[in-house]
């Protein structure tokens, strides 16, 4: 990202918030603010970037969203019986010299709009990214593999499915606070995830989507500096992404924890990971993002795969699983059991899930049994269930890796 | 998680189709179409085609650097792939939701494939 692009990207949800605040109409603005931030990709290199850049945009965007409303009330008007409707000027009342709303920040706002319960994951995951992010359709659409116009739909459906809801630019209700955050968080977290988890064929867009996972993250903290869950995601993320250059091979495969180049990890990013998710531990109410930051610390800074601190990851997932009751915790819990105590404790770690409808279909269960097999020695055994594995992974690289687990136990 | 792209793989059979009344053929026209225009709406599509009779088809197979081409399918097999969908889900069952407002779900099946993806987890 160009020192343009975060300039452009950093105004998006600042200047979509000056709009709505002005005009209402969320759907018509965020239309508007892409086109403004699209006239400022056109205009700003060859005229030089404005002195005030948020007021330019501002204008700009409020000139764009006023021919919007027109052509709007227009298009009512044929629609409609005329004499129901309001006229033209009362939407565009104002002129199109809007106020800045200056130390004022109401990015929280509008995340919890784009986070909206109405909305499907996918629907908020690309709103968030076009309205709070300033990403661009073409660019989201890239980042998910999906042709642009699909991605178009989605973005206007999940503006319409928010007006449908009635709701209004406004902080959620004290009450609801709390779960609407944890939708926030999850969103963020899930962007993250999609350009972490990407493997070499996306690698330019995912380390995009990382980073803007990443910056999205520390723009809610700085609102909400004493959010501890805040904090916690954000090191989990730093701590996550600290391990990419060395978590793949150079023709895209996957490098298991154990067998990463660990020279390769960024220090810096460790130890700012580190550094928050200690602060929020010793000063705010603990949560899942907190203790999972901790886990990825405890393996960050061990210096080498054999100094890992099994015993206290083990303790961490226990707190984890008394949080929450997720299939996924408990398999990566069954992994710890069997590197801190043994193979054979971490089957039977392992044993309730067998039953687990929520697991039924999941390959990760099958892995981590062919894992733990092989290292109590069950050598046929651990082939089944890696080649079991691979059948029913649907990501490349995974099944690949599986593949060749199962491959050199022949 | 984040949505997943399913493929559904439409399937016929040269009898079932010619057993079809006019009625029953526009009305297949008919759900695909709304179908198409739903999914679409919605921002799930990535595609969706028929395909000609396998009749048209020209089966390539390479065998010491020498290309070989037949007339036909593959393999004579009884059913045939009709048409697709490439669609994006929250899961398999909304996917499996879709497919079963295809009328060829009624008259032969369709099946639902997750798609294979460049991304994983390191174990």
């Known amino acids: ?224 500096p004493d959010d501890g869950e805040v904090a916690g995601l954000l090191a989990l993320m730093l701590l996550t992404d600290a391990r990419r250059p060395a978590r793949t091979g150079v023709d895209g495969a996957l490098v298991p924890l154990a067998e990463q180049d660990r020279s390769l990890w960024n220090k810096d990013t460790i130890v700012e990971g580190e550094s928050l998710v200690t602060d929020a531990l010793s000063r705010t109410q603990l949560g899942p993002y907190q203790v999972q930051a901790a886990i990825a610390a405890v393996h960050d800074t061990a210096e080498q795969a054999d100094d890992t601190d099994w015993r206290q990851i083990v303790a961490l997932y226990d707190v984890l699983e008394q949080m929450s009751d997720n299939p996924m915790v408990k398999l990566n819990h069954a992994v710890a059991v069997a590197m801190a105590v043994g193979p054979k404790e971490g089957l039977a770690v392992l044993e309730p899930l067998e039953s687990d409808d929520r697991l039924t279909d999941n390959h990760r269960l099958e892995a981590v049994r062919a894992h733990l097999q092989e290292m109590s020695g069950d050598l046929a055994g651990a082939r089944e269930s890696y080649l079991h594995a691979a059948r029913r992974t649907t990501s490349v690289p995974e099944r690949n890796y599986l593949q060749s687990k199962a491959d050199r136990l022949i | 998680m984040v949505p997943v792209k399913y493929m559904l793989l439409i399937y016929s059979n040269p009898e079932s189709w010619a057993s079809l009344s006019a009625e029953q053929r526009e009305g297949l026209s008919r759900a695909h179409e709304s179908l198409t225009r739903e999914l679409s709406e919605q921002g799930l599509l990535v595609s969706a085609a028929g395909l000609a009779d396998p009749i048209t088809s020209r089966t390539v197979s390479v065998r010491d650097d020498t290309t070989t081409t037949t007339d036909g399918p593959y393999a004579e097999a009884k059913e045939h792939l009709a048409g697709f969908y490439l669609v994006e889900c929250d899961n398999i069952d909304q996917a499996i939701g879709y497919a079963a407002r295809m009328p060829d779900a009624k008259y032969v099946a369709v099946e639902v494939r997750p798609v294979m993806d460049a991304s994983g987890l390191e174990m």
């Not at chain 1, 010299?97 to 109405?118: K, N, Q, S, V, Y």
């Not at chain 1, 359709?137 to 459906?157: D, G, H, K, N, W």
């Not at chain 1, 988890?197 to 520390?218: D, K, N, Q, W, Y």
């Open chain 1, 1 to 224: 990202m160009t020192a343009f692009d975060l300039l452009l990207r950093e105004q998006a949800p600042q200047v979509l918030s000056a709009l709505v605040r002005h005009y209402g109409h969320f759907d018509l603005a965020e239309e508007a603010v892409q086109e403004a931030l699209l006239a400022a990709t056109q205009q700003w290199p060859d005229e030089g970037v404005p002195d005030n850049p948020r007021g330019w945009l501002i204008r700009v965007g409020s000139r764009r969203l006023t021919d919007l409303l027109r052509s709007e009330s227009a298009r009512r008007r044929r629609e409609e019986n005329a004499a129901q409707m309001a006229a033209p000027e009362e939407f565009v009342a104002a002129g199109p010299e809007i106020d800045d709303p200056g130390g004022r920040d109401d990015t929280l706002t509008l995340l919890f709009l784009c986070c909206h319960p109405a909305l499907s994951p996918a629907s908020q995951i690309a709103l968030t990214l076009r309205a709070v992010g300033g990403l661009t359709t073409a660019q989201i659409a890239a980042a998910f593999l999906v042709p642009e116009p699909t991605m178009a739909q989605r973005i206007s459906r999940a503006k319409r499915s928010i007006k449908q809801a009635g709701s209004s630019f406004e902080m959620p209700p004290e009450a609801e606070r709390d779960e609407r955050m944890g939708a926030v968080l999850h969103v963020l977290y899930l962007i993250f995830n999609e350009g972490y988890t990407a493997s070499s064929g996306t690698a330019l867009h995912s380390a995009e989507l990382t980073t803007e996972a990443i910056r999205l993250v520390r723009g809610v903290r700085k609102l909400l």
